[in-house]
T-cell receptor
Framework: DAMVIQNPRYQVTQFGKPVTLSCSQT?????MYWYQQKSSQAPKLLFH???????NEADTPDNFQSRRPNTSFCFLDIRSPGLGDAAMYLC?????????????FGDGTRLSIL | AQTVTQSQPEMSVQEAETVTLSCTYD???????LFWYKQPPSRQMILVIR??????QNATENRFSVNFQKAAKSFSLKISDSQLGDAAMYFC??????????????FGTGTRLQVFP
């Protein structure tokens, strides 16, 4: 089945130690998104890629970066994680932007900071 | 800026009964899409139903239907014949049909639905 796969499911890192979360998709969708979801809150968009075009949300901290080396893969890099960055990180894809097509979500990566 | 409000943090329903989850939104745009997503505990978020703002007819997907009131900016979800597997967090979400700045789902804070046997 075509899907969105996030690895790992659970990630533990130390305060200030860089961490990378990965996302892959077999849907061949043009758009890939990264959302941050803190406990009992709604997901909040960090940034998205439309093909190779990177679109950062205005309020996304500089600590968060992303890479999309090809259509299938997208990475979320947190350069110096703080305690406030502990959250579920959701990757999603969409065939196109600004459309009625649904976003397809992965299972998420739960990040804990020690 | 667009906002989405879900005023019911928690709802409960008995199996086989009907429940309605509320959602209101605020926007100055005329063209947009609305979605209901379901997020079961520790499982991925999946689409339940979607509605195009330009369509007057309410969307229906099997046991799930919406009541879309564009003038009132209301988009409620009705679940008929509730099943135990419907227990989850439900998010209402808004997406612009055209916006040069950003493309994203704007989510409400969610409603946790419990289904009792």
């Amino acid at each position: 089945d075509a899907m969105v796969i996030q690895n790992p499911r659970y990630q533990v890192t130390q305060f200030g130690k860089p961490v990378t979360l990965s996302c892959s998709q077999t849907l061949n969708h043009n758009v890939m998104y990264w959302y941050q979801q803190k406990s009992s809150q709604a997901p909040k968009l960090l940034f998205h890629y439309y093909d190779k075009d990177f679109n950062n949300e205005a309020d996304t901290p500089d600590n968060f970066q992303s890479r999309r080396p090809n259509t299938s893969f997208c990475f979320l890099d947190i350069r110096s994680p703080g305690l406030g960055d502990a959250a579920m990180y959701l990757c999603a894809t969409s065939r196109d932007r600004f459309s009625n097509q649904p976003q397809h979500f992965g299972d998420g990566t739960r990040l804990s900071i020690l | 800026a667009q906002t989405v409000t879900q005023s019911q943090p928690e709802m409960s329903v008995q199996e086989a009964e009907t429940v309605t989850l509320s959602c209101t939104y605020d926007t100055s745009e005329s063209d947009y899409y609305l979605f209901w997503y379901k997020q079961p505990p520790s499982r991925q978020m999946i689409l339940v139903i979607r509605q195009e703002a330009y369509k007057q007819q309410n969307a229906t997907e099997n046991r799930f239907s919406v009541n879309f009131q564009k003038a009132a900016k209301s988009f409620s979800l009705k679940i008929s014949d509730s099943q135990l597997g419907d227990a989850a967090m439900y998010f209402c979400a808004y997406r612009s049909a055209r916006n040069a700045n950003t493309d994203k789902l704007i989510f409400g804070t969610g409603t946790r639905l419990q289904v009792f046997p």
